[in-house]
C-alpha cells in the first residue's frame, strides 16, 4: 500500500521509517530534495521533486501527509498555488499530522470538501522519540476519509495509541490541548528541579529522577528525558535557558479564555516561558533540555 510524505524534518523522517519497517510504499517530497535522496538511498522511500510529482506517482485514491510547520507553509502546501487542492482528484485524503490550530483544519477542510478532496487533521505526539517506540496519534475527520487513513495512522502509533476523536478539527483539538497540558507538566517538573538546585543539599539531580522513575508518582517520559538530560550534561550547560513555544499553549489558554473555563496552571506555564526569554534561569534550562530530548527543539 502506498502512502504520499510531504516534509521529511524530524517528525516526517522518523514516520517514514516507521511506514517502510511496516510494509508501507512511502513516496516522499521534502523542500531540500537531497533529504528525500539519502532516504530513499536507505529503500526507506520513494523520492520526488516535487508535489506534482507525488501525486503523480501515487493511485487513487490517495492519502498525502503533510508534516511541516503549522501556519503558512502547512496553506500553501494544501491550498497554495501549485499546492495540492489542485493537484488531487475527488476520493483523496489530505492528513495534516502537524500542529496546526483546529479552525484553520476545519477551514481548510470545507474548502478542499469542495472539490471532492476530504481533510483528516492528526495530531502527532512523542516527537524524535514516537520514530522507535511508536507515536500516540488523534485524529478526526469524517468516517470515510478516516477509514482510508486508519491503517497508516495506526501504523505510527504505539499499541493502544491511536484515537478517532471526532469530526474533522477533533485531531487538533485534543492536540492542542494535549500540548498545553505538557506545558503545564513541564512547568512542575522545571520549578521543582529549579528548587532542589537552588536547595542546601548536594543532590545528584540525574540520580534523583532516574530514582524517582521506580516507584515515585512523578514516573513520566517527561521525568526519563530530563533524567537522560541531566545524566549526559550536567548542570545542563548545553541549552539556554530562554525557552520558546511553537503556539499550542497559546491557544489552549485562548480557547479557555473563549469559554471561560479556569486553566491557571497551563496560563502561568506558558508565562513562564514568555518570561524566562527575558530572565533565564535554571528552571529554563530543565525546560529547554525536556524539549530538546523528546522533541529536538533547539530553540
Ligand atoms: N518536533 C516535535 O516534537 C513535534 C511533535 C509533534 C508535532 N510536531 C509538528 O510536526 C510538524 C513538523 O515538525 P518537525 O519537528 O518535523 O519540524 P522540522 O524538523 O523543523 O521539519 C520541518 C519540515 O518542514 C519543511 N519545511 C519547512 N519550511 C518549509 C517551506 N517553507 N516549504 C516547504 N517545506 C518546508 C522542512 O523542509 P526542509 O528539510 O527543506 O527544511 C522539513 O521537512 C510541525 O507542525 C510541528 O509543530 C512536532
Known amino acids: 500500500m502506498q502512502v504520499g510524505l510531504i516534509g521529511l524534518g524530524r517528525m516526517g523522517a522518523g514516520m517514514a521509517q516507521r511506514w517502510?519497517?511496516?510494509?508501507y510504499d512511502v513516496v516522499a517530497y521534502n523542500r531540500t530534495v537531497a533529504k528525500a535522496e539519502a532516504l530513499a538511498a536507505r529503500g526507506v522511500v520513494t523520492a520526488v521533486n516535487d508535489l506534482k510529482g507525488l501525486v503523480e506517482k501515487l493511485t487513487g485514491p490517495r492519502v498525502v501527509y503533510v508534516m511541516v510547520p503549522a501556519g503558512e507553509v502547512t496553506e500553501d502546501i494544501i491550498l497554495g498555488q501549485g499546492g495540492l487542492m489542485e493537484l488531487l482528484q475527488a476520493g483523496d485524503v489530505v492528513v495534516d499530522a502537524g500542529n496546526s490550530h483546529y479552525p484553520d483544519s476545519v477551514r481548510r477542510a470545507k474548502i478542499v470538501a469542495q472539490h471532492g478532496i476530504e481533510l483528516v487533521d492528526q495530531g502527532t505526539s512523542g516527537g524524535i522519540l514516537g520514530a522507535t517506540q511508536g507515536y500516540c496519534v488523534m485524529v478526526g475527520g469524517v468516517a470515510a476519509a478516516v477509514a482510508l487513513v486508519e491503517p497508516f495512522a495506526r501504523s505510527l502509533a504505539m499499541e493502544n495509541g491511536y484515537i478517532h476523536a471526532g469530526e474533522v478539527g477533533?485531531?487538533?483539538?485534543?492536540?492542542?490541548?494535549?500540548?498545553?497540558?505538557?506545558?503545564?507538566?513541564?512547568?512542575?517538573?522545571?520549578e521543582g528541579f529549579n528548587l532542589l538546585h537552588e536547595g542546601p543539599y548536594a543532590i545528584d539531580l540525574a540520580d534523583l529522577a532516574k530514582t524517582w522513575q521506580h516507584g515515585s508518582i512523578l514516573q513520566s517520559l517527561l521525568l526519563e528525558v530530563l533524567t537522560d538530560q541531566l545524566r549526559e550534561h550536567g548542570t545542563l550547560e548545553h541549552v539556554s535557558p530562554q525557552v520558546s513555544d511553537s503556539g499550542e499553549g497559546q491557544w489552549t489558554v485562548e480557547e479557555a479564555l473563549q469559554r471561560k473555563v479556569p486553566v491557571p496552571a497551563i496560563t502561568a506555564a506558558l508565562f513562564a516561558r514568555y518570561d524566562s526569554r527575558k530572565r533565564g534561569d535554571f528552571a529554563g534550562k530543565v525546560l529547554a533540555a525536556m524539549r530538546l530530548g523528546f522533541g529536538g527543539h533547539t530553540s
Open 170 to 190: 477533533a485531531g487538533h483539538y485534543v492536540k492542542m490541548i494535549h500540548n498545553g497540558m505538557e506545558y503545564g507538566m513541564m512547568q512542575s517538573l522545571a
Open 20 to 23: 517502510h519497517a511496516a510494509g
